[in-house]
């Protein structure tokens, strides 16, 4: 059926859906500052994930799929879920649930000159803005994907698309709504997930793992109120120093190693292959805007690092005035936010527990310490895929890209992957995206690579017409 599929489908048909109607539509939803409940705590008061939610809901109605049924569903002090059903050609056929999300980062800092992280700009064949492709694009992909289908008349099986809104926080609502609506999703046989990256732009590039995420802040009171420094400092312990030397329970400040077992594991020798292919095949498959003379990794050591070392990143400080307001002051307390990225088999729980009864014990000289966990994130590795999955993407990123896919673990998380596999063992998992070079997602000029998007939703066109439409 792919073959059907490539011998109706092409490019221009591709790139007519995207320029017609996607990027009016993406366009608009990168101008709502729909921030994860973890950046915006009162997400709900403020209505703008509700509102991109139905904005987005609204373009699937639109869309000239047969059958196609688009809900926002809700739960009690939970965001919302965008749901929207494609019944198949037999209701026993497995079903496909391709996933992403409609939440995003903040800002975080200032953008080039001409950019706005919630105004889209377009160069050539980059789409600038907070959200297009981190992860506003999925929707739109999912949907154009089905549209290509129905247009060549291929059929195929029972698709549901799941548009989650908490993914940027780790997904803390994201259990409640499975659990919920678990009728309605059905028993999947595939998973597709448009949510993750790629090392270039010229081939379809499948995630073989995926890092965990521990994020934590981390209080230290020394004073009551802030103190001239003159009569405090020397006497009173710094609150910073000792929140330093907390960090350095965890990690060594020399090297970046983390020192706490619990979040670490060898690296399986076969991922080290995968990563070392990956890394042969293309020109610069690790690229950051270091400044001149970083010291980085070779290509293959970085991928590997990126994939299966634990790291540690302070994302944040509390309690520390700009150096402009500065003044001669012995702080009363310093807080940092951690971000904490695990390897891929690591229990996230148990390394939560383990990271605060690190930090916890044994104040340094008698300090006020508290440490907090957000929703922990859980790893993933990818299963073996089955022959019918690796003969569609093979032949899906041949006809798109004009060679076939490559395959690398991802330094992010996705917990919805890990979440799934828990809940439906040995189900097939592809996890695919378009976060390629320079696209920057959480920072500044985050951008959407509009060719690749095209042959991302094409290729799921591929793979859903792939996908057993009768009962296996």
Known sequence: MAGDLGRHTRRAAVDRAFESAVLPALCAYTAIPCLSPAFDPEWSAHGHIDRAAADLAAWCRSRPVPGLVTEVLTLPGRTPVLLAEAPGDDPAAPTVLVYGHLDKQPPLGEWRAGLSPFTAVREGDLLYGRGTADDGYSVFAAVTALELLAAAGVPRPR???????SEESGSPDLDAHLDAWRARIGRPGLVVCLDSGALSYDRLWLTTSLRGNLVATVRVDVLTEGVHSGLAAGVAPSSFRLARQLVSRLEDERTGEIRLDALTVDVPPDERRHLADAAASVEHPVRLPTVEGLALPDPAEALVARAWSPALSVTGVDGIPATGDGGNVA??????KLSVRLPPTVDAGS?????????ERDPPEGARVRVEIEHPAQGWRAPELEPWVADALERASTQWFGRGPGAYGEGGSIPFLADLGRRFPGVQMVATGVLGPGSNAHGPNECLHLPMAGAVTAALAHLLAAAPTAPR
Do not use: K
Not at 159 to 165: F, G, H, K, M, T
Not at 331 to 336: D, G, I, W
């Open 159 to 165: 698709v549901v698309v799941l548009i989650e809104a």
């Open 331 to 336: 702080l009363p307390f310093t807080t940092l």
């Open 351 to 359: 390394a939560a527990r383990a990271l605060v009864t690190e930090l």
